[in-house]
């Protein structure tokens, strides 16, 4: 019996992924997106065209003392898709199940079990991350996050000083780590010799370094270690550097699933 080969379950697995994003209309997927549950918020449930506004506008106490508590509660709390709940359909929910059948009869628990056997050592096959959040069936660790995410960014005042702000970190309970790049915010004066204190998936850090010796603004250049194992950055110094010269570290998402 034939087994799917890597290529062949990206294939699949982002498929089912872009479906689930593009179904529920999520902007972490593509922010112009004009359909979907948070247009849908912001089209009826808040501003002047809410339900409340509309129900405030009828000059009956009566009727706003029974709708209007939920409509403000729709307007202050709009919903959102919960995780998991397009497995509610059951072609979706046929096709997870299908899956994992196919590798449980190659000797694996099912499809996560899978992933995590080929994550083990090195990243080597993830999903998106709207897979986990809509199809909920895959481990954190063998999920990559949907966009890339400004982790810090430093501005250089000297040689060898600067300002170091954090901006976010990748979230261990949803995605596993990345891909960690210097990206530059401002085109630069000269070559920074940049050293990173980068925090791992398993909690141990690395010093990771790069020389920024293209300067054209928006370049980006990997760090000495391209592996994606990281999910958080805690220091950053610089050599060479120039006042006014600004660059952040930037999480990159495996891949795009746009034209899966």
């Given at each position: 019996?034939?087994q799917?080969?890597?290529?062949?379950?990206?294939?699949?697995?982002?498929?089912?992924?872009?479906?689930?994003?593009?179904?529920?209309?999520?902007?972490?997927?593509?922010?112009?997106?004009?359909?979907?549950?948070?247009?849908?918020?912001?089209?009826?449930?808040?501003?002047?065209n809410?339900?409340?506004?509309?129900?405030?506008?009828?000059?009956?106490?009566?009727?706003?003392?029974?709708?209007?508590?939920a409509?403000?509660?729709?307007?202050?709390?709009?919903?959102?898709?919960?995780?998991?709940?397009?497995?509610?359909?059951?072609?979706?929910?046929?096709?997870?199940?299908?899956?994992?059948?196919?590798?449980?009869?190659?000797?694996?628990?099912?499809?996560?079990?899978?992933?995590?056997?080929?994550?083990?050592?090195?990243?080597?096959?993830?999903?998106?991350?709207?897979?986990?959040?809509?199809?909920?069936?895959?481990?954190?660790?063998?999920?990559?996050i949907?966009?890339?995410?400004?982790?810090?960014?430093?501005?250089?005042?000297?040689?060898?000083?600067?300002?170091?702000?954090?901006?976010?970190?990748?979230?261990?309970?949803?995605?596993?780590?990345?891909?960690?790049?210097?990206?530059?915010?401002?085109?630069?004066?000269?070559?920074?010799?940049?050293?990173?204190?980068?925090?791992?998936?398993?909690?141990?850090?690395?010093?990771?370094?790069?020389?920024?010796?293209?300067?054209?603004?928006?370049?980006?250049?990997?760090?000495?270690?391209?592996?994606p194992?990281?999910?958080?950055?805690?220091?950053?110094?610089?050599?060479?550097?120039?006042?006014?010269?600004?660059?952040?570290i930037?999480?990159?998402?495996?891949?795009?699933?746009?034209?899966?």
């Amino acid at each position: 019996m034939g087994q799917l080969n890597n290529t062949q379950l990206q294939n699949i697995i982002d498929k089912m992924a872009r479906w689930a994003t593009e179904s529920v209309g999520d902007p972490e997927f593509n922010a112009g997106f004009n359909a979907g549950m948070t247009a849908a918020n912001s089209h009826v449930l808040s501003g002047t065209n809410s339900i409340a506004t509309y129900v405030l506008g009828l000059n009956d106490e009566d009727i706003e003392a029974d709708l209007l508590p939920a409509a403000r509660d729709l307007d202050e709390n709009p919903p959102s898709p919960a995780d998991g709940f397009l497995l509610t359909i059951p072609e979706m929910s046929a096709m997870i199940k299908a899956l994992d059948t196919h590798f449980k009869s190659h000797g694996f628990k099912g499809l996560d079990d899978y992933l995590t056997q080929q994550n083990a050592a090195t990243p080597t096959l993830r999903a998106h991350g709207h897979f986990k959040k809509y199809l909920k069936t895959l481990s954190a660790k063998n999920s990559f996050i949907p966009n890339d995410l400004d982790i810090a960014t430093f501005t250089e005042t000297g040689a060898t000083t600067g300002t170091y702000q954090h901006l976010a970190s990748i979230s261990t309970a949803s995605y596993a780590g990345a891909k960690l790049v210097v990206k530059n915010v401002t085109a630069l004066t000269s070559s920074a010799v940049v050293s990173v204190t980068a925090k791992k998936l398993d909690g141990t850090t690395a010093v990771l370094t790069a020389t920024l010796s293209t300067h054209t603004i928006n370049t980006e250049t990997n760090l000495s270690d391209t592996t994606p194992l990281y999910v958080d950055v805690t220091g950053i110094t610089i050599t060479t550097g120039t006042n006014g010269d600004q660059f952040k570290i930037v999480a990159k998402t495996d891949r795009s699933i746009a034209s899966a």
